[in-house]
């Protein structure tokens, strides 16, 4: 609000000043990008006070554009798996009613996906890398951190944003107002939203969130570290890592991340925890 009455103030300047004074503001300011501006941080803020609702209609639409690009693995057993171990851990969240979905997908990159509203999907490539449940449940209780803390509805708002100024979100474009233009930008993007880096502060959380919900749901948190520990061990230059990097941090920085929230950890015990194997391995 504060942003929008400075922006509003700017404006309203440039109406206070003399002629003279005004001939030469407005040769060098642009009072329409000014108005953009306030109308921009206006769209902006709606976004980030948006309803779970509306979030979970979206995080729809991007769910569907992005299975068009990463296809669910046609295996019955598997998905069902990866749903009873995701929506035990997705209980211990901040957010356990929202309609939580979880889906195994075709790609041989080592990569997980947070879809806003309850969507978390996982390649082929990460599940082959996973050694057990609780790492699993580690991978999962990460993805989960990006939907609470609703890390890539901050990405759309940004983009709006970044946005302000063109008529790519202009009032007129498509109808629907705000919810509808970012149901446009979220379908036009689709799965390339998770090809973009969040910050290294959302990631940080998120992997804490993730050996915290893994605790929670009765897993042995350290199983966390086993993994980060794995993934960094792999070549950087893998091909099956290279969306993984692209989109978060270097795993060793990451295993300091992971090592911290373990210490941090009250009322669980790293290392005497249950590493059920995995259910389900073909």
């Known amino acids: 609000m504060k942003r929008i009455l400075v922006l509003m103030a700017v404006a309203t300047g440039l109406l206070a000043v003399t002629p003279a004074q005004a001939q030469f503001n407005l040769r060098n300011f642009n009072v329409g990008s000014v108005i953009d501006a306030v109308q921009g941080v ?21 769910a569907a554009r992005t299975l068009g690009t990463y296809p669910l693995v046609r295996d019955e057993a598997l998905q069902r798996y990866l749903n009873t171990v995701g929506l035990w851990v997705a209980l211990q969240t901040e957010k356990p009613t929202l309609p939580w979905r979880f889906g195994a997908v075709k790609s041989d990159q080592v990569n997980a996906f947070a879809v806003p509203g309850g969507t978390v999907l996982i390649t082929t490539g990460m599940l082959k890398l996973i050694g057990n449940e609780a790492e699993l449940a580690c991978v999962i209780g990460h993805e989960a951190g990006h939907v609470i803390r609703r890390h890539h509805i901050d990405l759309l708002q940004k983009d709006i944003l970044t946005a302000t100024g063109s008529k790519v979100i202009g009032d007129n474009v498509g109808g629907g107002g705000v919810k509808g233009q970012l149901s446009q930008m979220a379908n036009k993007e689709g799965a390339q939203l998770f090809m973009r880096s969040l910050d290294r502060g959302a990631e940080r959380d998120a992997d804490n969130d993730g050996v915290v919900y893994a605790a929670r749901a009765g897993y042995d948190p350290e199983s966390c570290l086993m993994l980060m ?34 210490a941090s950890l009250s009322g669980a015990t790293p290392g005497e925890g249950a590493r059920p194997p995995l259910a389900y391995r073909k």
């Open 42 to 62: 206006a769209k902006s803020q709606e976004v980030s006070s948006m309803s779970v609702e509306d979030e979970i209609a979206i995080g729809r639409d991007i």
């Open 229 to 262: 520990q794995r993934m960094a061990s792999q070549k950087q230059d893998a091909g099956t890592l290279a969306a993984l990097y692209k989109t978060h941090p270097n795993a060793s920085e990451r295993v300091k991340d992971v090592s911290a929230a373990l």
